[in-house]
C-alpha cells in the first residue's frame, strides 16, 4: 500500500507540474494577414505570476511590418523606439496602476502595414513583474517561450483584395480578434484545470487497478 500511494502522490505531482507549464502566454492577433495590407493587430497580455503583477509588456516589430499608430488605454501609457530613419521598431506599455493581477489580462492594440514580401511576422516581447522579473517571449515556436507569429498569405492573383478596407469592416474585425483574445485566453487558462482533473483521473484508474490486483 505504501509503494501505491508513493506511485499516486509522484503521478499526481508530474501532471500537476506540465499542467502549470501548459499556461498562456504572450500573444499578437490575428494569427493570419495578407501581403500589403494595413492591418490592426492586438496584443494579448496574460499575466501569469501568482504573487506581483504584470506592469510592462514591450514589443518589437521586424523588418516585415511597419507599426504606425497604436489605440491609448485607461491606465497606461506607451513609449516607441524608432531607428535611424524614422520607422518604429519597438513599443513598450508601462502600467499607471498596479498593472495586471494573476487573474487579468489586457488587450494592447496597434495600427500598420504588412511587407509586400513577408511570409511570416515575428513579434518578439518582454514581459515584465512588478518585482523586475521580466519573462522573454522570444523563443522558437515549439519552445517554452515562444515569440507570437502571425503567417502572412501572399496577395490574391486578381488583385480582388481591398488593403484599405473601410470604417465598418475594421470597427468588425477589431471586435472579432477582441472576441478571438478572450477565447483563447479563457481556453489557456482553463488548460492546467483539465490537465490536473485528467491527471487525477488516471491516478484513481491506476491505484483501483493495483488495488484489485493487491485483492
Known amino acids: 500500500m ?34 500589403g495590407s494595413y492591418e490592426m493587430f492586438t496584443v494579448r497580455v496574460p499575466s501569469e505570476n501568482e504573487t506581483v503583477p504584470t506592469t510592462q509588456i514591450k514589443v518589437e516589430f521586424p523588418s516585415d511590418v511597419t507599426i504606425s499608430r497604436f489605440e491609448p488605454k485607461p491606465g497606461w501609457k506607451y513609449e516607441i523606439e ?6 518604429i521598431t519597438s513599443v513598450t506599455w508601462t502600467a499607471e496602476n498596479v498593472g495586471l493581477s494573476s487573474t487579468e489580462f489586457g488587450l494592447f492594440n496597434m495600427q500598420g502595414k504588412v511587407a509586400d514580401a513577408a ?10 513583474y512588478q518585482d523586475g522579473s521580466v519573462v522573454e517571449w522570444i523563443g522558437a515556436p515549439d519552445s517554452e517561450k515562444p515569440a507570437s507569429v502571425t503567417t502572412v498569405n501572399p496577395k490574391p492573383a486578381d488583385g480582388s483584395y481591398d488593403h484599405h478596407g473601410t470604417t465598418e469592416k475594421e470597427e468588425t474585425k477589431t471586435e472579432q480578434v477582441n472576441d478571438e483574445a478572450v477565447k483563447e485566453t479563457t481556453s489557456a487558462s482553463n488548460a492546467p484545470l483539465y490537465v490536473s482533473i485528467a491527471a487525477l483521473i488516471a491516478a484513481l484508474i491506476s491505484l483501483g487497478i493495483s488495488l484489485k490486483r493487491r485483492g
Open 119 to 128: 511570409t511570416e511576422i515575428a513579434f518578439k516581447a518582454y514581459q515584465t
Open 2 to 35: 505504501k509503494k501505491i500511494m508513493t506511485s499516486f502522490v509522484v503521478m499526481f505531482a508530474v501532471f500537476s507540474l506540465f499542467a502549470g507549464m501548459a499556461s498562456a502566454h504572450v500573444t499578437v492577433l490575428p494569427k493570419e494577414t495578407t501581403q
Open 82 to 87: 524608432k531607428d535611424s530613419a524614422g520607422k
